[in-house]
């Protein structure tokens, strides 16, 4: 395990967050977690995110483990959602804490140097203090109404991205309701990247999803340029 | 943090088993965690189980920093259940995990020598796999038929308790469905004590109610002696 891979992923991470792909075995369609990430980094995924919400974690590991050498012979960064254990067994890049889960501080002094700490702030306020508690990049949102997320709440729009983008140091990627069509303007305000659920991982064609937004996110980035 | 608990812990397990309280804020009535464990210590509870099925990890930080203070004022063992993040953000003394959590052996790797790891082990074989991979101690049940755990399938017996008694090396103690009027038979079957929830956490008197679980627990080891 790298003792400090932390240091070496933050220089990657605007490059490495421009299309993050959260796995939803719910969403997926029966199709193979493995298969839909390899699919998802054909089409230019440049992140995934392990999200487990039921079953046994022995199943999370296993699925992890797949996932995880899919990410690495790619290059691609591997993050786990939610449960730091987890993370830290499948020995993961990352981890991504919301405001349910331990909070950012003591998620950070459990895996010190060892991997990034991902958080979604609910507000600016707490996106500040999650920079100061250690974390390493911000999801924000949602971006626009989903369906994907029952608690997600209302769309906070890219405006309010804007806002946290300017207040903060580390980079920020927008999440909820985006889809090749609307991703360009979110990065066009500031953020590094979208993180997608069921754009790519519900999709008939999950490489072809994940190519239409990656181009969008390149939109976005060339008009900032 | 104590680099090297584990092994004194070991020493002390089967004494500190004998009447081991799984609080359960569903269960508790409204009535603050840290008191029903203050008062269940004062009943002869040995050792505390914190258990967190729903709601923000934050808040079981909260109530766990509380409940861990007590039990250490009183010499008494604090195991936090499931999750080996919150067991290692709490600095608890022990993890206890079952089928569905992280298996022991990551469990063991995670926590190394720093605290003890339980297990509730589904059959005879894996009570011996648990006990290789580096589980401290078992909670073996339901022994009775319960109520409390919707997933805990049908009762066992103390028969089959018995049986993990011998088979094993380490530490077992009896769970589900155990209350004062039916401890001492789990005990005289081999087990070290015995783990409540509701017999204790939902009981008018909890102090009362854990004064005679312990009695019964007390009457079990003497009729073995
Ligand atoms: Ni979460």
Redesign the pocket.
């Given at each position: 395990m790298a003792a400090n891979r932390r240091a070496e992923l933050r220089e990657r991470l605007p490059d490495a967050l421009r299309l993050y792909v959260l796995t939803d075995r719910r969403l997926a369609r029966g199709r193979d977690e493995a298969r839909i990430v390899a699919d998802a980094i054909a089409g230019g995924a440049t992140a995934i995110q392990l999200r487990w919400k039921q079953g046994p974690l022995a199943e999370a590991l296993r699925v992890g483990r797949e996932v995880r050498q899919v990410c690495r012979d790619a290059g691609v960064l591997f993050i786990v959602?939610?449960r730091v254990d987890l993370a830290l067994a499948l020995d993961a890049d990352g981890v991504?804490?919301?405001?349910?889960?331990l909070p950012v501080a003591e998620t950070r002094a459990l895996v010190g140097e060892r991997m990034i700490v991902g958080y979604?702030p609910p507000t600016l306020e707490a996106a500040l203090a999650a920079e100061r508690d250690g974390a390493d990049y911000l999801g924000v949102g949602p971006i626009y109404p989903t369906g994907t997320k029952a608690d997600a709440g209302g769309a906070v729009g890219v405006e309010h991205l804007a806002r946290i983008v300017e207040a903060v140091g580390i980079p920020v990627v927008g999440i909820g309701g985006i889809n090749a069509s609307n991703a360009t303007p979110v990065v066009a305000a500031g953020a590094v990247g979208v993180a997608v659920i069921s754009a790519v991982v519900a999709a008939d064609d999950v490489e072809a999803a994940a190519r239409a937004l990656r181009q969008a996110v390149e939109a976005g980035l060339r008009s900032r340029a």
């Amino acid at each position: 395990m790298a003792a400090n891979r932390r240091a070496e992923l933050r220089e990657r991470l605007p490059d490495a967050l421009r299309l993050y792909v959260l796995t939803d075995r719910r969403l997926a369609r029966g199709r193979d977690e493995a298969r839909i990430v390899a699919d998802a980094i054909a089409g230019g995924a440049t992140a995934i995110q392990l999200r487990w919400k039921q079953g046994p974690l022995a199943e999370a590991l296993r699925v992890g483990r797949e996932v995880r050498q899919v990410c690495r012979d790619a290059g691609v960064l591997f993050i786990v959602n939610d449960r730091v254990d987890l993370a830290l067994a499948l020995d993961a890049d990352g981890v991504h804490v919301g405001v349910d889960d331990l909070p950012v501080a003591e998620t950070r002094a459990l895996v010190g140097e060892r991997m990034i700490v991902g958080y979604s702030p609910p507000t600016l306020e707490a996106a500040l203090a999650a920079e100061r508690d250690g974390a390493d990049y911000l999801g924000v949102g949602p971006i626009y109404p989903t369906g994907t997320k029952a608690d997600a709440g209302g769309a906070v729009g890219v405006e309010h991205l804007a806002r946290i983008v300017e207040a903060v140091g580390i980079p920020v990627v927008g999440i909820g309701g985006i889809n090749a069509s609307n991703a360009t303007p979110v990065v066009a305000a500031g953020a590094v990247g979208v993180a997608v659920i069921s754009a790519v991982v519900a999709a008939d064609d999950v490489e072809a999803a994940a190519r239409a937004l990656r181009q969008a996110v390149e939109a976005g980035l060339r008009s900032r340029a």
